[in-house]
């Protein structure tokens, strides 16, 4: 009984609604299977919309979890998450994110024009030595980070200065955060779990913007188009 | 009303805020201000030693703080100056004796008698320092061309900051030119590209400062020494004037271009 608990399945207009309520991600991810194992009947043919709230979920686990569903018969139309990264990553693997848009088969000959975005905090100051800036989503400085300051965020970081302390972008596994500055030379560099140092610099300072590329910290010129 | 209460602090230790504080004291004296400098290192003093007080010591800021004596038996007066005072502080105590609601009530019994009042803050972030920084108008930074020093002086800017005491200002001690140009230490410019604040002096490295500390004299007193000279700026700064900061790199003032000429006119 207990388990009925941590997933609601609800038929509406888009299709059927599954939520998962705040748990520990592997449990409920287990009651979801349950779940859907027990109702699979229920469910045939139907367009399914799996509403993760604040879990934060890898794109690899989102694929998995789509390919189990359609094993059952299922097919996975939209992820809802209040995490942006869930979101990105439910959006990498070509799902919805949004439901109270217009199906999308009705979509294919208009174009979007009104867009989301993704959540981000801004910072309109210098963070100097000892000071700490951490965000789930994304981070934005406007001023400098001096060496002993620190900035972590679960998606990119951008500072509009000189970047000279700890910076960790990705922070929650996201390999395809950036980090973007007017003058890259942090003490450290970390995008998810890769970490690198800045080799002195000679010559000018121009704009850099660092990501991973085959497993590796990159700095390349940050330029207008880069993306 | 003006800003009169100015505290000496740096977030390293071994900087020079004492010997600032001991200096800008006695130029601001010499002015002929009415000048009186608090030692707010308790359990460490040295304000005392710098300007030569020591044996006087009866009473200390401890003693005011917890009632033994009132404020003006523990003022030292200068044994040079006689509108210079010292406020020393408690040896054989540690910085929990005194609270920062005690500083700006004893600061602020102190305002109305003085024109002048020098904080000389311990080094640290903790207790010590925000006793001193409580009663402060001004916060003065003081730092060396070394990395450590300047990570520790941006350390302690941001927590003045944060404590909205206003933007703090600084002063750049114990610069060695010849090294500078050499590209060997840190140079001002590299210090305020990342600290960003407003500098209010530059004070070259000078042996004489160690002797004059040894012998309880302060190095303004000596009309001879470039150390002097720039705290003596730096006291006038304080005071509201325009003084433009010390030519320090020898080679560039007057003999450093005449030598320059004659060397091309012997090639």
Redesign the interface.
């Given at each position: 009984m207990e388990e009925r608990a941590k997933v609601q399945i609800k038929g509406i207009r888009e299709g059927l609604l599954i939520t998962v309520f705040n748990d520990d991600w592997p449990d409920a991810k287990s009651a979801l299977q349950e779940q859907i194992k027990q109702q699979s009947e229920f469910l045939q043919g139907g367009r399914l919309i799996l509403d993760v709230g604040n879990h934060v979920i890898r794109a690899a686990e989102l694929g998995q979890l789509r390919d189990m569903l359609t094993d059952d018969g299922l097919a996975l139309w939209a992820v809802l998450s209040k995490s942006p990264i869930t979101e990105q990553n439910a959006q990498s693997l070509g799902l919805a994110t949004r439901i109270n848009k217009p199906l999308p088969e009705r979509t294919t000959h208009s174009i979007e024009t009104a867009l989301t975005g993704e959540e981000a905090v801004l910072v309109r100051r210098t963070l100097r030595s000892g000071f700490s800036l951490q965000n789930s989503g994304h981070i934005v400085v406007i001023g400098d980070v001096n060496p002993g300051g620190e900035i972590v965020a679960g998606g990119d970081v951008v500072v509009w200065g000189r970047l000279r302390g700890m910076v960790h972008a990705g922070a929650e596994g996201n390999e395809e955060a950036v980090v973007c500055a007017m003058d890259l030379t942090p003490t450290q560099l970390r995008i998810a779990g890769h970490i690198a140092t800045t080799p002195k610099r000679r010559g000018k300072v121009h704009p850099e913007m660092a990501r991973i590329v085959d497993g590796q910290v990159v700095a390349i010129p940050w330029q207008p188009k880069t993306k | 009303m003006n800003d009169k209460v100015f505290t000496i602090t740096s977030g390293k230790g071994g900087v020079g805020k004492t010997t600032a504080t001991a200096n800008l004291a006695t130029a601001l004296a010499v002015d002929g201000k009415r000048v009186v400098c608090i030692d707010a290192d308790i359990g460490l003093r040295n304000l005392d030693v710098v300007l030569g007080l020591e044996n006087r010591i009866v009473y200390d800021l401890v003693d005011v703080v917890e009632g033994r004596c009132r404020l003006r038996q523990a003022m030292i007066r200068d044994k040079r100056l006689p509108n210079l005072f010292l406020i020393p502080a408690a040896q054989t105590r540690d910085k929990t004796a005194v609270s920062p609601s005690d500083m700006v009530r004893l600061i602020d019994e102190l305002r109305r008698e003085s024109d002048w009042i020098l904080i000389d803050s311990p080094a640290g972030i903790e207790r010590g320092f925000r006793n001193a920084i409580a009663p402060a108008d001004v916060v003065v930074v003081i730092t060396n061309p070394e990395i450590s020093a300047v990570?520790?002086a941006?350390?302690i800017?941001?927590?003045i900051?944060a404590e909205e005491k206003g933007p703090a200002r600084l002063v750049l001690n114990r610069i060695r030119p010849e090294m500078v140009k050499r590209d060997d230490m840190l140079s001002p410019d590299d210090v305020l590209e990342?600290l960003?604040v407003e500098l209010i002096g530059i004070v070259p490295e000078d042996d004489q400062v160690i002797l004059s500390t040894n012998r309880g004299v302060p190095i303004v007193l000596d009309g001879k020494s470039k150390a002097g000279q720039a705290f003596r700026n730096i006291a006038s700064r304080l005071e509201g004037q325009k003084v433009p900061f010390l030519e320090l790199e020898s080679s560039n003032g007057f003999f450093g271009r005449i030598s320059r000429m004659m060397g091309a006119g012997g090639d």
């Open positions: - | 990570r520790d941006d350390r800017i941001g927590l900051e990342l960003a």
